[in-house]
């Protein structure tokens, strides 16, 4: 599917056929039944080989969640909405052979705090920021997915040294292309990002959403993997719990709300020094690969031929394999 790079941007979903992604299965934790019983967070870590445990600290003011198991450099993981750190369950297990791997909740999500404000992307990072450094790592290498993306980025924006290596996959920072999408695109010239839209609106998705967050996930996922069979009942369960809370909607919203404070935070950052790994999907590919050299001076680009944006969950042996090759 053909894309500009204004509609490109961003949580891209298409709705193109393509052939099967390669995925690892993950156990369900005993006992687990699928649309009725959804395992804690403690149950979901346990559940992952490589000695996972979920983790709570406390850092820049506010009480974060965390996965963390395995040995070695550290790699933080950070997912997007309307996921949690679960969306790494198939590339954290191999990870964690060589690496320390640290799978957050960042601000907002998940058994994270929703507090009422700091969903800019720099807050969030400084949240991260002052988790690994409570944890004992002063320099992490961070990959981050969709609004994880952006979020990662801004870490390695603003902490230079704290940062070994930065990969985002499938959704660059937020700029002002943002405001040029249009609400209503032309037949045969993209399609609505109406979340954008709706997750700007004031109070109206708490009341709509909540109780309600399986119906938008099973319509994200119906336009945005190539087998519906990549992410099956039990995860967009665990995600719907997630998510289903006003406040767990309200604190989504607000990550989308902080766009345009986002936009003038990235007019102040200069050219990230780390190497720059970009896994790009097949709606995301030729803006990585025009837009990432602009923003640091050592990158590399990876198609995920097979993922529409999902790639976690739609390639994650290519993504994996990528991580393990880069980050070593």
Same mark, same amino acid.
Do not use: C
């Given at each position: 599917m053909s894309l500009d790079r204004r509609t490109m941007i961003s949580l891209g979903a298409g709705s193109a056929a393509l052939a099967m992604a390669g995925g690892v299965a993950v156990a369900e934790p005993a006992g687990a039944t699928p649309g009725h019983h959804v395992p804690t967070d403690a149950a979901l870590a346990r559940s992952l080989p490589g000695g996972f445990r979920s983790r709570h600290a406390h850092a820049n003011g506010v009480r974060l969640h965390y996965v963390t198991g395995g040995s070695g450099d550290p790699v933080v993981l950070l997912?997007?909405?309307?996921?949690?750190?679960?969306?790494? +369950?198939?590339? *954290?297990?191999?990870?964690?052979?060589?690496?320390?791997?640290?799978?957050?909740?960042?601000?907002?999500?998940?058994?994270?705090?929703?507090?009422?404000?700091?969903?800019?992307?720099?807050?969030?990072?400084?949240?991260?920021?002052?988790?690994?450094?409570?944890?004992?790592?002063? +320099?992490?290498?961070?990959?981050?997915?969709?609004?994880?993306?952006? =979020?990662?980025?801004?870490?390695?924006?603003?902490?230079?040294?704290?940062?070994?290596?930065?990969?985002?996959?499938?959704?660059?920072? =937020?700029?002002?292309?943002?405001?040029?999408?249009?609400?209503?695109?032309?037949?045969?010239?993209?399609?609505?990002?109406?979340?954008?839209?709706?997750?700007?609106?004031?109070?109206?998705?708490?009341?709509?959403?909540?109780? +309600? *967050? +399986?119906?938008?996930?099973?319509?994200?996922?119906?336009?945005?993997?190539?087998?519906?069979s990549l992410v099956p009942d039990f995860d967009r369960a665990v995600y719907a719990q997630r998510y289903d809370s006003p406040d767990a909607v309200r604190a989504g919203t607000a990550w989308y709300k902080a766009a345009h404070q986002d936009i003038a935070d990235l007019k102040t950052y200069g050219r990230v020094t780390a190497p720059v790994l970009g896994v790009a999907s097949q709606l995301t590919y030729d803006q990585f690969r025009q837009v990432l050299p602009t923003l640091a001076p050592d990158v590399r680009v990876v198609y995920a031929d097979r993922s529409i944006h999902y790639i976690p969950e739609e390639q994650p042996e290519l993504l994996t394999r990528e991580l393990l090759k880069f980050l070593a």
């Open positions: 997912a997007g909405w309307p996921q949690t750190w679960w969306a790494w +369950r198939h590339i *954290m297990p191999e990870l964690a052979r060589s690496h320390r791997v640290i799978a957050v909740d960042v601000r907002g999500m998940g058994g994270s705090d929703k507090p009422q404000g700091g969903y800019d992307k720099k807050t969030m990072a400084r949240d991260v920021y002052e988790l690994v450094r409570s944890l004992g790592h002063s +320099r992490v290498n961070i990959v981050g997915h969709d609004m994880g993306a952006m =979020v990662a980025y801004s870490f390695a924006a603003n902490h230079p040294a704290a940062t070994r290596r930065l990969s985002v996959v499938d959704t660059l920072h =937020v700029d002002e292309t943002q405001y040029d999408i249009p609400l209503l695109p032309r037949p045969g010239h993209g399609f609505n990002l109406w979340w954008w839209a709706f997750n700007q609106v004031q109070g109206l998705p708490e009341q709509l959403a909540a109780g +309600r *967050m +399986r119906h938008i996930i099973d319509w994200l996922f119906a336009h945005s993997l190539p087998d519906q």
